[in-house]
Nanobody, 122 residues
Framework: VQLQASGGGLVQAGGSLRLSCVAS????????MAWFRQAPGKEREFVAT????????YYADSVKGRFTIPRNNTKNTVYLRMNSLKPEDTAVYYC????????????????WGQGTLVTVSS
């Protein structure tokens, strides 16, 4: 599966953004999807994941209550809705796909989008 992420940009603290990740191929519905982020000089970290059916979601504590990860299998798309953004959310955001759900280690993922930059100004 090939992934294309988009939607990043510059936003003020307290603002909102919606990232999108479109997958190619007819097997999107069989993959769990996740978002990771990587800030300058830091390791890539888990943000959120959703099961193939959308029935299961899990969030990093740092974004819980502010971010959601819906998906639309008819559009082969997973989103990351980000509200109440903080300067510490600034990072390149990556989407990833895996057949298994609740995979939090980025090293376990074989399929990645190219990343989209989110910058939150204070």
């Amino acid at each position: 599966v090939q992934l294309q992420a988009s939607g990043g940009g510059l936003v003020q603290a307290g603002g909102s953004l919606r990232l999108s990740c479109v997958a190619s191929g007819r097997t999107f519905g069989s993959y769990s999807m996740a978002w990771f982020r990587q800030a300058p000089g830091k390791e890539r970290e888990f943000v959120a994941t959703i099961s193939w059916s959308g029935g299961g979601t899990y969030y990093a504590d740092s974004v819980k209550g502010r971010f959601t990860i819906p998906r639309n299998n008819t559009k082969n798309t997973v989103y990351l809705r980000m509200n109440s953004l903080k300067p510490e959310d600034t990072a390149v955001y990556y989407c990833a796909a895996d057949p298994s759900y609740y995979v939090l280690d980025p090293r376990e993922y074989d399929y990645w989008g190219q990343g989209t930059l989110v910058t939150v100004s204070s």
